[in-house]
């Protein structure tokens, strides 16, 4: 099967709907909003899915090339932007894969992730939904504290080809002060939703001083979650076997966004076992972008 219909399937609408669940389930913020960020974006309270955009002086809009905007499964017809989501294309500052087989999830914190927290005895990657990150601060620093790398999934994840400049500015802008106001740490990494991802988004988030991580295995754990299932635990954990029996190492892409998905984690752990490294040390390379002290008066 062609890696482009791979892909698709997971962008189609089954991908959104458990998603747009969790979404609901969830309660409203809870990180209190800085005054910082009163002053300099003149709001008092975290935004909601569609968050507005305030400019930035280190965003040149002149150097952002233009592609087109593009919906989800629908792909350029030239592979000139490097789509990973359409071509699998990679940039030369992505993370696409690690020396180790190892674990990494998208979409929290959740009420779910604390359990997997409780389970885990190594280190993994957290690719955090900014509109989470505020709802469950205490779980967010939980993971801080037992050394996991948190790094930014966005705001609310949207599909980033189909935003206009600013919008995807204010996908990345959000998330960051999500963090920031909530563990005075700013992302060098994000992961982008669906994997969409062209050279017109990394051109933005490298203004940030971010870098993309994508992934090598796919576990679809979200698919235990579609109405009906589409995968079965006793699956996920088969593919599981699989990628460690290669051999080789990996990311693995997962969710902690479900109760589903973060037991069939806990299993996955015991199956690569506990020798995994972060996005970070995948590459040597450095955690955050900046780590703020008690003390910045920030
Ligand atoms: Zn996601």
Known sequence: MPIVCVLGAAIDKSDTEPLLMAYNASMSATTPFPSWLTAFTGINQ??????PYIPLDFIDF??????????MGVCPTTRDSCSFDCYKCVSYDDVYTCPKLSQSFDDGPSAFTDRLLDNLNHKVTFFTLGMNVVRYPETYLKAVQKGHLMGTHTW????LPSLTNEQVVAQFEWSIWAMNATAGHLPKWYRPPYGAIDDRIR????????????WDYDLFDWRMETVPPTKTKQQVLEDARRFKAQGRGGFTLEHDAYASTVDAAIEVSKIYGPDQLTAAQCVDSFDYIKQYQEDDGK
């Open 203 to 214: 051109v933005i988030a490298r203004m940030f001083g971010m870098q993309a991580v994508v």
């Open 62 to 71: 002149s150097k952002i090339p233009n592609h087109g905007l593009r919906g």
């Open 156 to 159: 609310s994840h949207k599909f």
């Open 46 to 51: 975290w935004p909601g899915p569609d968050p």
